[in-house]
């Protein structure tokens, strides 16, 4: 497609429970990258992939959250056991290449763990 | 990477040209800049980027002096539609760059009627 595409809108969790975000990059983007907003303009970058091999996994809490991009289907970031302060907005993007590359982001899920 | 220094907040008024500017007083030679828009409760957008001095484009327009210690972003005659987050980015465009983004705290520009 012409556009990132994230699913759900919107997701509610109690503590401990299972999140799972997934993610549509731009059709012929080899690149997905997963940023967390948790404040109004904080970002924090995760995990990248260049198509289904991680890229940089600098940014990933490694204890509670994982994420995947597999062939023919959406890329998909997991936090297990999520806990309150989970609760932000997550973005995923792609781009063609790294680097300098402008990157296309989604529309966002935003995660509430009660 | 280069951190970046912006104001937190700026209000304008709709058909007025907004300059935002940007400090990345340790930018290297390899870095270029970069500026992003964010609208509530939407992902970034990509608005323009360059190198040295001036880039336009459809949207905006980038000054960036010769020492590029610093950045400004242009809005011609602004419209309540304009009212968003303003980040700037500094990337290095080596290979070695793995593209991962830092976002600063932004600009929150209010435009009003």
């Known amino acids: 497609g012409e556009e990132v595409a994230q699913t759900p809108k919107h997701l509610v969790r109690g503590e401990g429970q299972k999140a799972k975000l997934y993610c549509a990059p731009i059709?012929?983007?080899?690149?997905v990258f997963w940023y967390q907003q948790v404040l109004k303009n904080e970002f924090k970058f995760l995990i990248s992939?260049?198509?289904?091999?991680?890229?940089?996994e600098t940014g990933m809490p490694k204890e509670r959250f994982s994420a995947k991009c597999l062939p023919n289907s959406p890329c998909s970031l997991e936090i297990q056991a999520t806990k309150l302060e989970d609760s932000a907005v997550y973005f995923c993007?792609?781009?063609?290449?790294?680097?300098?590359?402008?990157?296309?982001f989604g529309p966002g899920t935003r995660l509430l763990v009660l | 990477l280069a951190k970046t220094t912006q104001p937190i907040s700026m209000d304008s008024y709709e058909g007025q040209e907004v300059n935002i500017t940007c400090s990345h007083n340790?930018?290297?030679?390899?870095?270029?800049i970069t500026w992003y828009q964010q609208f509530p409760s939407q992902g970034p957008r990509f608005i323009i980027q360059?190198?040295?001095t001036k880039v336009t484009n459809e949207v905006a327009s980038l000054f960036i002096p010769a020492d590029r210690k610093s950045s400004t972003l242009s809005l011609p005659r602004v419209s309540l539609s304009d009212t968003a987050v303003y980040y700037c980015?500094?990337?290095?465009?080596?290979?070695?760059?793995?593209?991962?983004?830092?976002f600063g705290q932004g600009t929150t520009l209010q435009v009003k009627p």
């Open positions: 993007a792609s781009s063609q290449s790294p680097g300098v590359e402008t990157q296309y």
């Open positions: 059709k012929g983007h080899s690149y």
């Open positions: 992939f260049q198509n289904e091999n991680v890229f940089d």
């Open positions: 340790n930018i290297a030679t390899n870095d270029y």
């Open positions: 360059g190198y040295k």
């Open positions: 980015l500094v990337g290095d465009m080596r290979s070695s760059n793995t593209g991962k983004l830092i």
